[in-house]
């Protein structure tokens, strides 16, 4: 193998960075050359280049309970670390079966489960896989010990409600029964309070009923053997009503796990957590599990918090710890709390309703935080596990949670927008933690159908979101009672129609090709886990919901477009350790915010609510230095949770406090925070000089930062200038190739006053990773009017498609003229052959036969537009020769650009198989790679099984729609010159 510069070579890339308004040879301006060469190894490439298995993505690896065989999931492992992936989360999730599993036997945490697991543990071991257990079987969290009678299980508050009019006279007759019936199990009740309301207006069903809040009347000391005895003051329409505490019933997803049955305990009691914990203690923690579970290095997981009732979410002992914790007793505001089927049955006026229940949430929130997160994270740290939680599904502060877990995680399904991520990975950076993860891969309706194209496009935004690990959803355990080919998944076949994608796993065609994918994902993973995660913007929420879907006031529809960077923060988030200001800087260590912006409550239409506390805490940041910009005229300031006398006025007082302090802001409303911004004098770490696409994440190490680029537009290509902050008066930008791990200095870039400037150019959904390195680099350019430039052990090269003379204008200061030769006219690849594998059910659910298809359709086409592929799924193996003439010289190399292609493929040139090419852009640099005379150009391509399933099993996926497989094109050959510049 010989270098660029004197013949072929496996496969160039080239580092763009050229002049405005030049073409792009490639889809990515910072792509680099080879790595190697003492100019382009720099200390971080080696990680770089291998990532270790610790921040590859990992695989939620669906097991059906505990049927499952010793030797196969060993098979499994070797199966999912041959294709590259770090780990798995092994999750009991069983939403698919047609036939249920002998629960007795094979149930969650038999003993025929805990042997698998420790089979599952055993074998990742000696693959160095982490391994990650779901805390029970499916969700929420559930255990076979408790009934839903018993103190450990989750509880609800039922109502009973008797409407009469006063004129009537007295009341008697019995306690009102609960409206809504118990669920299946629940054989016990407990009457716990009865009262009585002035009904204020009846409203239209199902609106809420309305009650006058001072009429409230306790009649629970008037209850006599289940009878009650009450006459009116007036004769106005009353409302007698009843409470009822007893077990909710809600068992985790899915069949039954386990026999007995498990139910759900309760999330905000120690009863709850402890039976959990004793459940594991007593029949999952073998010694040998025990020990093997503290080697794999893995965490416990919680799914989402998905706690569902058709009455009222409750925990015994609530009404007394609002008291203790909000100051106000709850029963005469209890009625507004009151829900039937997620609506609310009761109403107050509106301020009452707003504020008792936020305090109501607080609460639960503070209990949930107390009794399960927390111990659940002290007895995994015990086992030598982290704790992975979804700390969302109730409107709990989820950002103040995130703080406080190991790894809280999002999911790419459920979240509605890339904000919801922010708001975990503002609770994670405030609370020092490393890794935001991410259910990723999960699609409605997806199931064998969803392309790695499209997961890969949706993830790396996350990725500029704060997300850094991607478990993907998932790999599927080979079989299960009544599984059809190919074998079991836990969504699919899923209430008659194809489910929840994707599979994947050697089940699926692109498997093949999927540690290519695996290694980009580490790379990225790796660079994103390293390093503090900076963010320029906090912006304040008054309640830490996550999944809620709103944005942050300008940033997100403005800002971002600009290159600002936000998260969110909570009230909580401000009384953590890291909540300090050090040379203008909230939480100097971690995410070192810039400025704070504070506006009303988005939750309820940007109200002017504050807490006391925080407005003193905000306080105190801005006269230690902390900028802020508060929007809008906080002259109706109110506290947002039942209020005692004065707090208003004292909260008014304190914002007046807030805004005469030097280094806040108040504007009128969001359009007008740039203004506050410029103001301000601070500026984005990176900024762009006009709207565009490109999202990005930035990370902060001693010698190395590293900046993260996604286009997020599906259509738009990405082709500007971008300014980076430097954080050191020299700095070297590299650019980091995430599919194949090479590293080279940047060749075109300029050090503008503290900010180094260079030019990124992507395709929709493609990436780029920029490193700012601490010192000098090489010599470089400024600015070229070639179409690219690149340095390569030290030497600086110029490369056009168009033939003559460029000018390069040198870091030195020198301007240099260099010529590239003559060059063949782009090629236009035509003719094709086509082999086809066609995957077809085998003899076991789980595997498959092939049935071999030759065509010679010379012009591309997809799948089922060529006869005899029309419902065919596999593998497609393509062929074309080339033929190069004389002006083919060792100073040519060239660029494949492969047009449409579904989903993934390779590329091999003369028999010499490329390594891991984009498989976003579809374009390959060839490098020297091709010659003079005949050349044979094989692209491999993989797709999903959706075609072949529409046919054999067309009840689930008859009437979803052909996919278009295969290489499609047009493919184009674009020969490219180069010279060299200059040599160090």
Not at 54 to 83: C, H, N, S, T
Not at 190 to 208: F, K, S
Not at 573 to 599: I, M, N
Not at 731 to 737: E, F, G, I, N, V
């Amino acid at each position: 193998m010989r270098d660029n510069r004197g013949g072929p070579r496996r496969r160039t890339l080239l580092g763009l960075g050229a002049a405005a308004g030049a073409a792009a040879v490639l889809p990515t301006a910072v792509a680099p050359a080879a790595a190697g060469g003492k100019a382009s190894r720099p200390g971080f490439a080696a990680a770089f280049a291998s990532p270790g298995r610790a921040v590859r993505p990992k695989l939620r690896w669906w097991w059906p309970d505990g049927l499952v065989d010793p030797a196969e999931l060993a098979r499994e492992v070797d199966q999912i670390a041959d294709a590259g992936f770090g780990g798995v989360e092994i999750a009991a999730v069983t939403h698919s079966l047609s036939e249920p599993i002998d629960a007795e036997r094979y149930g969650w945490g038999t003993a025929a489960w805990v042997a698998g697991l420790e089979s599952a543990l055993r074998q990742a071991d000696r693959r160095g896989l982490t391994v990650d257990v779901t805390i029970g079987p499916a969700w929420p969290a559930a255990v076979p010990t408790v009934t839903p009678d018993t103190e450990a299980a989750a509880r609800e508050l039922a109502h009973g409600l008797v409407v009469f009019q006063g004129s009537q006279g007295s009341y008697a007759g019995p306690v009102p029964p609960p409206v809504v019936p118990a669920a299946e199990g629940v054989t016990d009740r407990r009457l716990l309070w009865v009262q009585a309301a002035r009904i204020a207006a009846a409203g239209a069903a199902p609106a809420p009923l309305q009650l006058d809040r001072d009429s409230v009347t306790d009649l629970t000391a008037l209850v006599r053997d289940g009878e009650l005895r009450w006459t009116a003051p007036d004769d106005g329409q009353w409302a007698l009503i009843s409470y009822w505490e007893r077990g909710s019933g809600q068992r985790p997803e899915g069949p039954a796990h386990t026999s007995p049955l498990a139910y759900v305990v309760d999330h905000f009691s120690a009863a709850g957590t402890r039976a959990v914990t004793d459940f594991w203690e007593r029949r999952i923690l073998t010694r040998r599990v025990r020990e093997l579970l503290r080697r794999a290095g893995g965490a416990l997981f919680e799914d989402s918090l998905e706690i569902e009732t058709d009455a009222t979410l409750w925990t015994p002992g609530l009404a007394e710890e609002f008291e203790r914790r909000i100051g106000h007793p709850l029963l005469p505001y209890l009625a507004a709390v009151i829900e039937k089927d997620e609506k609310y049955v009761f109403a107050f006026d509106a301020a009452t309703n707003k504020a008792v229940r936020r305090d109501y949430m607080q609460v639960i929130t503070d209990l949930y935080l107390e009794h399960h997160l927390l111990p659940l994270r002290a007895w995994a740290h015990s086992l030598g596990l982290a704790l992975r939680v979804q700390p969302y599904g109730l409107e709990t502060d989820a950002i103040h949670s995130a703080s406080l877990l190991d790894i809280p995680e999002g999911e790419s399904l459920g979240f509605k927008n890339l904000d919801d991520f922010r708001c975990l990975a503002g609770g994670r950076d405030m609370g020092g933690g490393r890794v935001l993860s991410n259910e990723a891969g999960a699609t409605a309706g997806g199931a064998y159908a969803t392309t790695w194209d499209a997961t890969l496009r949706k993830l790396v935004t996350q990725y500029c979101a704060g997300v850094n690990q991607a478990v993907l959803h998932g790999f599927g355990y080979a079989t299960a009672p009544g599984a059809a080919w190919p074998g079991f998944a836990a969504f699919s076949p899923y209430h008659g129609g194809p489910g929840y994608g994707e599979a994947w796993g050697p089940r699926t065609p692109a498997w093949r090709h999927v540690s290519d994918v695996a290694g980009y994902l580490g790379r990225i993973q790796g660079v994103l886990q390293s390093g503090t995660h900076r963010v320029d913007v906090a912006v304040l929420r008054q309640k830490g919901y996550a999944g809620s879907g709103l944005g942050a006031p300008w940033f997100t529809p403005d800002g971002v477009p600009l290159g600002w960077t936000h998260t969110f923060l909570s009230p909580r988030s401000l009384g953590l350790p890291s909540a300090v200001v050090r040379d203008g800087r909230l939480a100097p260590d971690g995410p070192a915010f810039k400025v704070l912006v504070l506006e009303g409550d988005v939750m309820i239409g940007r109200e002017h609510t504050l807490e006391l506390d925080t407005a003193r805490r905000l306080i105190e940041l801005a006269e230690d230095g902390l900028p802020m910009i508060v929007v809008g005229d906080w002259s109706d300031g109110h506290v947002p949770g039942l209020p005692h006398e004065g707090d208003d006025e004292r909260l008014r007082a304190l914002i007046t406090r807030l805004l005469a302090v030097p280094g806040v802001r108040n504007v009128a409303d969001r359009p007008d925070i740039p203004a506050a911004l410029a103001d301000l004098g601070i500026e984005p770490d990176v900024a762009y000089a006009a709207r565009s696409p490109l999202l990005h994440a930035h990370r902060a190490g001693r010698d190395v930062a590293h900046h993260f680029f996604a286009n997020g537009s599906a259509t738009e290509t990405v082709d500007h200038e971008v300014a980076i902050a430097a954080p050191w008066p020299k700095a070297t930008p590299y650019a980091l190739d995430a599919w194949t791990g090479e590293v080279a200095p940047i060749a075109v870039h300029r050090d503008d006053g503290g900010r180094v400037t260079l030019r990124i150019t992507l395709a929709p959904g493609a990436t780029a990773l920029v490193a700012l390195a601490r010192g000098a680099g090489p010599l470089h350019a400024l600015s070229t009017d070639a179409e690219s430039a690149r340095i390569t052990d030290g030497v600086l090269e110029v490369l056009d498609t168009r033939p003559g003379a460029r000018e390069t204008v040198l870091s030195d200061g020198r301007k240099v003229v260099a010529r590239i030769g003559e060059l063949p006219a782009p090629l236009t690849l035509d003719r094709w052959s086509l082999r086809v594998a066609d995957w077809r059910p085998g003899r076991t659910p789980d595997s498959h036969v092939t049935v071999d298809h030759r065509l010679d359709p010379g012009a591309l086409a997809a799948w089922p537009d060529l006869p005899g592929l029309e419902d065919v799924s596999g593998v497609g193996r393509y062929r074309a020769t080339v033929r190069l003439g004389r002006g083919w010289t060792g100073a040519t190399g060239a660029r494949l650009e492969l047009g449409e292609v579904f989903d993934t493929y390779r590329v091999t040139v003369n028999g010499t198989a490329l390594g891991p090419v984009d498989q976003v852009t579809g374009v390959v640099d060839l490098g020297g790679l091709l010659r003079r005379g005949a050349n044979t150009i094989e692209v491999e391509v993989a797709g999903t099984l959706l075609n072949r399933l529409r046919t054999v099993r067309p009840a689930e996926f008859g009437a979803a729609k052909r996919q278009r497989y295969g290489l499609i094109g047009p493919v184009r050959l674009v020969p490219y010159g180069r010279a060299v510049v200059s040599a160090d």
